[in-house]
Structures are given as structure tokens and as C-alpha cells.
């Protein structure tokens, strides 16, 4: 009984303690606020900070160890971040880690999975959803980017990457306004 105790706390912990939403929130309106990408640098910081944040001491332990093998054994590295979306499976950091290394490998078609589940997990991923834009624009999936460029910029409007690819591929695929 107690070691079901502990597997279930273990387990869902990371759900419960997660950042204060109003604390994201209040990130999100001020970036919505401020009118240049430089006074936006700041915010998204601390938003990716946020996202980095578990609510697991030991889900966080296994990223930094993830982070610290990723430049000498990318393969001890992946199989970290797997512990990490096995044990935390809706901590959207931990499926964001696991898609960059999953692209890095040459694994597409997986990064696109993981990049999925963590926009799907955490909407407001804005990184993750313009990530996730590059790699349907590359694969050809156009008005797939142009839908997650859009949605990236209703987040942050300060994304310079995922604005120069929205106004491009809106010319491409709706034409010039008049």
C-alpha cells in the first residue's frame, strides 16, 4: 500500500505542482504588452523557465543529467529524456527535449510526434509550435506551418522566425492583400 502511495504521488506530483498558472499568465499579457522583440526577450525567458519547471525534484534531476550527457553521449542522453516522458508523461518540456534529440538523430517523423504532444499538452508552447511550423513547412505542409506560425504569434507576436514565415508562406498561399 505504501509503495502504491509513493508510485502515485511520484506519478502525478508533476501535474499538481506545476508553475502557478497565474504567474504564466501574467507573463503572457505582458508579452503581449510590449512592442519590441528586445523588451520581449526577457519574458520569454522566464516563460521557457516556467516550462521548464516539473514540479518533480527527481523529473528535474533527470533533465539537467539529460542536458549534461546531450554533449558527450547523445544516446544516454535520449534514453533519459524517455525515462523523463515514461515516468512525467504530461510534463510538455520533457516531450519538447525528446523531439530536439529525436530531429538531431535524423528521426522526423518522431520529432513531429513529440513536438505534437508538446503543444498538445502545453498550447501556449511557443517555441514547440514554431518548431513544430519549420517542420511541415520543410516537409511541404504549408498551410499546416502557416495554421502553427499563427498560432505561435497569438502567443508571442515578438517571434521574429515564426513571423518571417507567416508573412512568406501567407503571401505564398493567400496572395497579396489589396
Not at 9 to 37: C, G, H, I, Y
Not at 147 to 165: E, T
Given at each position: 500500500?505504501?509503495?502504491?502511495?509513493?508510485?502515485?504521488?511520484?506519478?502525478?506530483?508533476?501535474?499538481?505542482v506545476?508553475?502557478?498558472?497565474?504567474?504564466?499568465?501574467?507573463?503572457?499579457?505582458?508579452?503581449?504588452?510590449?512592442?519590441?522583440a528586445?523588451?520581449?526577450r526577457?519574458?520569454?525567458?522566464?516563460?521557457?523557465?516556467?516550462?521548464?519547471?516539473?514540479?518533480?525534484?527527481?523529473?528535474?534531476?533527470?533533465?539537467?543529467?539529460?542536458?549534461?550527457?546531450?554533449?558527450?553521449?547523445?544516446?544516454?542522453?535520449?534514453?533519459?529524456?524517455?525515462?523523463?516522458?515514461?515516468?512525467?508523461p504530461?510534463?510538455?518540456?520533457?516531450?519538447?527535449?525528446?523531439?530536439?534529440?529525436?530531429?538531431?538523430?535524423?528521426?522526423?517523423?518522431?520529432?513531429?510526434?513529440?513536438?505534437?504532444?508538446?503543444?498538445?499538452?502545453?498550447?501556449?508552447?511557443?517555441?514547440?509550435l514554431?518548431?513544430?511550423?519549420?517542420?511541415?513547412?520543410?516537409?511541404?505542409?504549408?498551410?499546416?506551418?502557416?495554421?502553427?506560425?499563427?498560432?505561435?504569434?497569438?502567443?508571442?507576436?515578438?517571434?521574429?522566425?515564426?513571423?518571417?514565415?507567416?508573412?512568406?508562406?501567407?503571401?505564398?498561399?493567400?496572395?497579396?492583400?489589396?
Amino acid at each position: 500500500m505504501r509503495n502504491s502511495l509513493i508510485l502515485a504521488l511520484f506519478l502525478f506530483l508533476p501535474a499538481m505542482v506545476q508553475a502557478a498558472p497565474s504567474e504564466a499568465d501574467k507573463l503572457f499579457a505582458q508579452l503581449k504588452k510590449v512592442e519590441t522583440a528586445e523588451e520581449a526577450r526577457p519574458i520569454e525567458k522566464k516563460l521557457s523557465g516556467l516550462f521548464r519547471i516539473s514540479g518533480s525534484p527527481s523529473v528535474d534531476l533527470l533533465m539537467a543529467r539529460a542536458q549534461m550527457a546531450l554533449g558527450s553521449d547523445s544516446k544516454a542522453a535520449r534514453k533519459i529524456v524517455d525515462s523523463v516522458t515514461s515516468i512525467a508523461p504530461r510534463f510538455a518540456e520533457g516531450w519538447r527535449a525528446r523531439a530536439q534529440m529525436q530531429q538531431a538523430a535524423g528521426d522526423d517523423a518522431g520529432a513531429m510526434l513529440s513536438l505534437q504532444k508538446t503543444v498538445t499538452l502545453n498550447p501556449r508552447h511557443f517555441e514547440a509550435l514554431t518548431d513544430l511550423g519549420d517542420m511541415l513547412e520543410q516537409y511541404g505542409d504549408k498551410a499546416g506551418a502557416l495554421k502553427l506560425y499563427r498560432q505561435a504569434l497569438a502567443v508571442d507576436p515578438h517571434l521574429a522566425g515564426a513571423a518571417r514565415a507567416e508573412k512568406a508562406l501567407a503571401k505564398e498561399l493567400e496572395g497579396q492583400g489589396i
